[in-house]
């Protein structure tokens, strides 16, 4: 039988001539460096690398229609982002977790995290990674799917109104946004249909592109295309009764911050902070968006 694995992936991109990204080599190989010792096998993927395996690559990592929508759009200064729209907006990140867990190499119940690369940009993904191998084992024990719950962030921050209204029935003021940078999975069928999900959802160019009505709404920065349609699929997994027992997630207490310490300060300030959440947002409209979606979660048909 062959021996479960617990597996990191990222991606980068190394500029021209290459790729139209950044270049993200040097943050690849303090990747690389940071991590050997700590799993059983990393996964890095790029432009050149998937496109090299496989031409089909190039139509999800490259859009010029929704290049030419973005950058003749007169949306709000700031609530589109440049380098995103480059490289059609993030769909590459649900496509190379579902490459990965349909990668017959890896054995089932294999543990796969993905963690973005760019350390350079958030010195703090350094410290994280002394923590994923042990924070993902712990969480995965007896779950499928691992999400992170950053800092307290409300998922109409960086969720436009068009998506949540339409998949959760409410205005996720009172939701937690999920972190896309930072994903743990059990390499099973609840994982895999998850993320088919993801992935579904996030190829609607209507649910990825940043353009929305919206950009005047209260506290909203902009669209993150491939976290918002990850935050939408976690809670409509979460509040579904056949299947949120396969799923978990967990908050951070700071952000980006991944932490495997849980001690008796942390669980203060945890509480403290969910209660300022609860009060600044409206208790009754707390318990109200999830009434909403465990509606329809459960009798509206979301395969």
Not at 119 to 130: A, E, H, M, Q, R
Request: aromatic residues 18%; positive net charge.
């Amino acid at each position: 039988m062959d021996k479960k694995k617990i597996i990191l992936i990222s991606f980068y991109t190394e500029g021209e001539p290459y790729d139209i990204g950044n270049n993200l080599t040097i943050q690849k190989n303090i990747f690389l460096e940071k991590n050997k010792n700590f799993f059983d096998n990393i996964i890095l993927y790029s432009p050149r690398s998937l496109i090299k395996k496989n031409k089909n690559w190039e139509s999800i990592l490259y859009n010029k229609e929704i290049y030419n929508l973005h950058k003749n759009n007169k949306q709000r200064k700031g609530s589109i982002n440049k380098s995103w729209i480059k490289l059609n907006l993030q769909l590459w990140k649900p496509a190379i977790i579902m490459e990965t867990l349909n990668n017959s190499d890896i054995p089932n119940d294999s543990i796969i995290i993905f963690h973005d690369i760019d350390t350079l940009k958030y010195p703090i993904y350094i410290d994280n990674f002394d923590n994923l191998n042990k924070k993902f084992f712990e969480e995965l024990k007896n779950k499928s799917i691992a999400l992170c719950r950053d800092a307290f962030f409300n998922l109409s921050i960086d969720c436009k109104q068009e998506l949540v209204r339409s998949y959760l029935g409410s205005h996720g003021n009172t939701l937690f946004h999920i972190w896309s940078g930072c994903i743990g999975l059990k390499k099973n069928k609840f994982s895999i249909d998850f993320c088919k999900y993801w992935l579904k959802i996030t190829n609607i160019d209507k649910n990825r592109n940043q353009i929305t009505m919206f950009d005047s709404y209260p506290d909203f920065e902009w669209h993150s295309p491939e976290q918002a349609t990850l935050s939408v699929s976690y809670y409509i997994w979460k509040y579904n009764f056949s299947r949120s027992n396969q799923i978990t997630s967990f908050f951070t207490l700071n952000y980006r911050k991944i932490s495997t310490v849980w001690n008796f300060k942390n669980r203060f300030i945890y509480i403290k902070k969910f209660c300022f959440f609860i009060l600044k947002n409206n208790i009754f409209k707390f318990f109200y968006e999830r009434i909403i979606i465990i509606f329809l979660s459960n009798f509206r048909n979301f395969n």
